[in-house]
């Protein structure tokens, strides 16, 4: 059974820095497209970084060089390093993974970000 489970979030100044972690297990992770997304309420989920099997990447314009996203096929993990962050940064942030590019197949359950002074 496909599980994805993030780690990481939490609170942090503006300008500060968080690494978001997600963990996967039950997919055959090294041909999978990984990908962080973000939600804030009444909005709707956001797409904030993918990584391909490869290692290449797109970001979102709001993240583009100060979030990193990067992959570990060995350990099955998926990274979002975020710097320099800002009050609109603030969301719930969820890992996807997909055999397609484009199609989300499995979610995790999220993990929340909030930037704050």
């Known amino acids: 059974q496909a599980q994805l489970v993030e780690s990481g979030g939490g609170l942090v100044q503006p300008g500060g820095s968080l690494r978001l972690s997600c963990a996967a297990s039950?997919?055959?992770?090294?041909?999978?497209?990984m990908g962080w997304y973000r939600q804030v309420p009444g909005k709707q989920r956001e797409l904030v970084a993918r990584?391909?099997?490869?290692?290449?990447?797109n970001y979102a314009d709001s993240v583009k060089g100060r979030f990193t996203i990067s992959r570990d096929n060995a350990k099955k993990l998926v990274y979002l390093q975020m710097n320099d962050l800002k009050p609109e940064d603030t969301a719930v942030y969820y890992c996807?993974?997909?055999?397609?590019?484009?199609?989300?197949?499995?979610w995790g359950q999220g993990t929340q970000v909030t930037v704050s002074s």
């Open positions: 039950g997919i055959a992770f090294r041909i999978y497209v």
């Open positions: 996807s993974a997909g055999q397609v590019w484009g199609i989300d197949n499995y």
């Open positions: 990584i391909t099997s490869g290692g290449s990447t």
